[in-house]
């Protein structure tokens, strides 16, 4: 398996905390800049953030103060945790390296509905 395989993802009302895992694999993405993005219906795929190979994160302005990107190299996993979602969190998000290779996985739904 090359494709980063992300889960986690489902209906979270507004307000609420989503966490998402993915998987990578090391042969491809090794100790790379790994990142989460995202694709909201109608738009084109944006970054949301990054987590270098020392554990350093960096985040879109939008997101910033709400999420965060960890990993954890042993398992080969990357996460995210975003809080205080809204409407404009619905999206499918994936995970990929910064910048990303292209072995882009199915990605995992997020919907932010009441």
């Known amino acids: 398996q090359v494709e980063p395989v992300e889960s986690g993802g489902g209906l979270v009302q507004p307000g609420g905390t989503l966490r998402l895992s993915c998987e990578v694999s090391r042969d491809f993405f090794g100790m790379l800049t790994m990142a989460w993005y995202r694709r909201a219906p109608g738009m084109q795929r944006e970054l949301l953030a990054t987590i270098t190979d020392a554990g350093t994160p960096n985040y879109k302005d939008s997101v910033k103060g709400r999420a965060t990107i960890s990993r954890d190299d042993a398992k080969s996993m990357v996460y995210l945790e975003m809080n205080s979602l809204n409407s404009d969190d619905t999206a499918i998000y994936y995970c990929?390296?910064?910048?990303?290779?292209?072995?882009w996985g199915q990605g995992t739904q997020v919907t932010v509905a009441s």
């Open positions: 990929n390296s910064s910048p990303p290779l292209n072995y």
